[in-house]
T-cell receptor, first 115, second 114 residues
Framework: AQTVTQSQPEMSVQEAETVTLSCTYDTSESDYYLFWYKQPPSRQMILVIRQEAYKQQNATENRFSVNFQKAAKSFSLKISDSQLGDAAMYFCAYSRGTSYGKLTFGQGTILTVHP | DVKVTQSSRYLVKRTGEKVFLECVQDMDHENMFWYRQDPGLGLRLIYFSYDVKMKEKGDIPEGYSVSREKKERFSLILESASTNQTSMYLC?????????????FGPGTRLTVT
C-alpha cells in the first residue's frame, strides 16, 4: 500500500522569506502523480502544484516549486517570498496513475506566516 | 468556474441516527470521492464512485455507505451514527483520464455525533 509521510506537523516563516515543507512517500508503482494541496482556515482545499512521476523537471507555479527526488521518494514544497495568505494547512498527496484520481494524503503541515 | 458543494457546513446528530451528507458537482465529472479528515491523520478515503451507480470502498468504509443515482450527486450515508464518526467530511470530484489529474474539493461538513 502507498503511504505518504509529512514529518513536520508545524512550520513557521517570516513574511517575504522562503520555507520548505517536506514530504516522503512509499510506492512500488512507476506511474503516479504527486500533489500539494492547501487548506486555508476557510477549509476549501485547493491544488497548489502537481508533479507527474515520469517528468524529471520539477514543477513550478509562480512562488511555489517542488524538489522531486524520485529515487529518494521525496517531494518537498518550496514557498518563496511568503505572504500572509500562504498561512494554511498543507497536504502532500499521492495518486497512482490508473486509480481514477484516488488520493493518499500525508498528515498535513500547518504553516504560520509572521508579519 | 468549477464548483463542488456540500449540503451542510456544520451538522450535529445523535448516536444511532441515520445521517445523510450530500455533495453536488457542476463539472460533469465521472469520479467522485468522500474523505474524512482528522487531526494528525490527514484525509482518508471512505468511498469513491467512478460512474453513476458504481462505487468502490476506500480505506475506511466501515460504518458508511454511499449512493450515486445521478452523475452530479454523491451521497454519504451513516446508517447508525456513532461518536467515533465525529469528524470533518470532504467531498471531491475529478475529471476522467485524458484530462489533467486534479481533485476539486467541497468546503467540508463538520459532523458532531453526541
Amino acid at each position: 500500500a502507498q503511504t505518504v509521510t509529512q514529518s513536520q506537523p508545524e512550520m513557521s516563516v517570516q513574511e517575504a522569506e522562503t520555507v520548505t515543507l517536506s514530504c516522503t512517500y512509499d510506492t512500488s508503482e512507476s506511474d503516479y502523480y504527486l500533489f500539494w494541496y492547501k487548506q486555508p482556515p476557510s477549509r476549501q482545499m485547493i491544488l497548489v502544484i502537481r508533479q507527474e512521476a515520469y517528468k524529471q523537471q520539477n514543477a513550478t507555479e509562480n512562488r511555489f516549486s517542488v524538489n522531486f527526488q524520485k529515487a529518494a521518494k521525496s517531494f518537498s514544497l518550496k514557498i518563496s517570498d511568503s505572504q500572509l495568505g500562504d498561512a494554511a494547512m498543507y497536504f502532500c498527496a499521492y495518486s497512482r496513475g490508473t486509480s481514477y484520481g484516488k488520493l493518499t494524503f500525508g498528515q498535513g503541515t500547518i504553516l504560520t506566516v509572521h508579519p | 468556474d468549477v464548483k463542488v458543494t456540500q449540503s451542510s457546513r456544520y451538522l450535529v446528530k445523535r448516536t444511532g441516527e441515520k445521517v445523510f451528507l450530500e455533495c453536488v458537482q457542476d463539472m460533469d465529472h465521472e469520479n467522485m470521492f468522500w474523505y474524512r479528515q482528522d487531526p494528525g491523520l490527514g484525509l482518508r478515503l471512505i468511498y469513491f464512485s467512478y460512474d453513476v451507480k458504481m462505487k468502490e470502498k476506500g480505506d475506511i468504509p466501515e460504518g458508511y455507505s454511499v449512493s450515486r443515482e445521478k452523475k452530479e450527486r454523491f451521497s454519504l450515508i451513516l446508517e447508525s451514527a456513532s461518536t467515533n464518526q465525529t469528524s470533518m467530511y470532504l467531498c471531491a470530484s475529478s475529471p476522467p483520464p485524458g484530462q489533467p489529474l486534479h481533485e476539486y474539493f467541497g468546503p467540508g461538513t463538520r459532523l458532531t455525533v453526541t
